[in-house]
C-alpha cells in the first residue's frame, strides 16, 4: 500500500548543491594556507620584546673621538668601553683607552686595558708602551720599564715607547728607586723620542720631565708648553706647567696652569693643593688655606692633605687648626667627615714637615708633652735634614719658653724660627741643574 503525501515516504528528494558556498569554503581554505606558509614565519612571537637596533662600534669610536677633540675625556672613555663591548676583540681600542685613562690618571684601569690588548696580540709594541707607561705612572718601575724596554724591542723607532721610557726612569730616579745611571738613561731616552718624532706630545712630556728633575725649570716649561699645543685637554701637563712656572717665581702663571687642570679634572686634590701652597709662597695664607681645604673635601682619607692643611693654619697663626689638621696627618685618625685617616710613618721631605710643624703648634699651643716626643722622633728619624733638626730644636726652646710663662699656655706671639722652611715642592723635583 502506498500512501500518497505521507511525510514518511522512502523516498525523499535529494537537495542540490550550493555553488556559492563552494567557492567560499575554497576561499576560506585558500586563505589558511597563504597565512601559514607567508605570515606565520615573519611574525614576531606574542609577548616577546621585540629586539632593538645593535650600534656598530665604529659609531662608539667616532663619538669618542669628536668627545676627545671637546677635551671631554671622562665621556670619550666611556665611548670605548662601549665600542669594545661591541667589538671586545679590536686591540687597537684598548691601546686608545688604555692611553686615555692614563691622561685622566686611573693607572690601574689603563694596566687592564693595556693587558686586555696584549691578550689579543702579545707581539703589539703599543701596547706593551701603554702597559709600561701606566706601570710606571702607577710606581711600578721596574715593571714598567721592563714591557717599555720589550715595546723597543718589538719596533725599534717606537717615538712613544722612547718617550714613555724616558719619563717612567726620570719618576724612578725622582722617586730615589734609580741606580747610578738611571738619569743618563732617562736623558738619551728622551733625546731619543725627540728624534724620532719632535712633534709627538708624548716626547715633549718627556722631555719636560726629565728637564724638570734635573730642575732646568726654563727649558721643562718650554717643553710642556709644546706639549699641551699639542693636547690642551690632558690635566697633567697643566700640573706639570704651573710647577715649572712656580719654580721660576712666575706665580700668576703657575696659578693659571693649576686652575686650568683644577677644571679638567675637578676630583684631583693636587691642583688645589699646589694653589695653596702657590699662595702661601707668596703670604696669602687665608686663600692658601681656602684651597688647602677644597683638597681635603676631595680626599678626606689622604693624610698628605690634612698636613698641607695643618701647614697652611700654622703659618696664618691658628695654631689649635693647625694641631686638629697635623695631627690627622701625623697620628692618624677620624677626620670631620667621618673618613678614617691612616697617619704617615716619619720620612724625609714634605711628611718631615708635617711633623715638626705639628710639634711647633703643639708647642705654641702648651702642649709640651706631646711636642717633645715630636722633637725626639725628629731628631732621631730625620738627622740628616739640617732644616728638620733647627725645626726639631725650636719646638724644645719654645716649650723652654711656655714653661716660663705665668699660665704656662699658649705663646701669646710667635718666636722667629729663623731657618723654619715650610716651603718647597709638592713632588721633591729640586735638584742641581745638571747637563741634560
Known sequence: MYLKGSKFNMQSRRQRSNPWRIIF??????????????????????????????????????????????????????????????????????????????????????????????LLNSNNSMSHAMLGWARGLNGEYL????SLNRAIELEPNNAT??????????????????????????????????ELNPNLME???????????????????????AAIAQNTNIADLHLALGRNYRALEMYEKAIEEFNRANALNPADPMPDTLISRTYATVGEYAKAIQYAQQAVKDTPKDAY???????????????PEAVNSLKLAVRGGTAESGDSVEGLPLDYGRVAEYYYSYGLALARTGDCGEALQISQAVQLGVR????????AQEIINLCKTVMKTPSGSQLATPTVEGAESLEGDVEGMESTPVAN
Not at 740628616?384 to 725645626?391: L, V
Request: aromatic content about 8%.
Open 25 to 118: 569554503l575554497f576561499v576560506l581554505v585558500g586563505a589558511a594556507v597563504y597565512v601559514n606558509q607567508v605570515i606565520v614565519p615573519v611574525t614576531p612571537p606574542l609577548f616577546v620584546p621585540t629586539p632593538t637596533a645593535t650600534r656598530s662600534p665604529e659609531s662608539y669610536v667616532a663619538d669618542a673621538e669628536s668627545l676627545m677633540s671637546q677635551g671631554k675625556i671622562s665621556q670619550a672613555i666611556q665611548a670605548y668601553q662601549q665600542a669594545i663591548q661591541a667589538d671586545p676583540k679590536n686591540s687597537s681600542n684598548f691601546i686608545i683607552l688604555a692611553r686615555l685613562q692614563i691622561y685622566s690618571g686611573d693607572y690601574e684601569g689603563a694596566i687592564i686595558s693595556a693587558e686586555n690588548s696584549l
Open 143 to 146: 715593571e714598567g720599564i721592563g
Open 161 to 194: 715607547a722612547y718617550a714613555c721610557l724616558a719619563e717612567v726612569t726620570a719618576l724612578q730616579v725622582q722617586a730615589g728607586q734609580g741606580d747610578l745611571g738611571s738619569l743618563d738613561k732617562a736623558v738619551q731616552a728622551s733625546r731619543k723620542a725627540i
Open 203 to 225: 716626547t715633549h712630556r718627556a722631555r719636560g720631565t726629565v728637564l724638570e728633575i734635573t730642575a732646568n725649570y726654563e727649558e721643562a716649561a718650554k717643553e710642556f708648553e
Open 305 to 319: 692633605m690634612h698636613g698641607n692643611l695643618g701647614s697652611m693654619y700654622y703659618r696664618n697663626r691658628q695654631y
Open 384 to 391: 740628616n735634614d739640617e732644616i728638620s733638626m733647627y725645626n
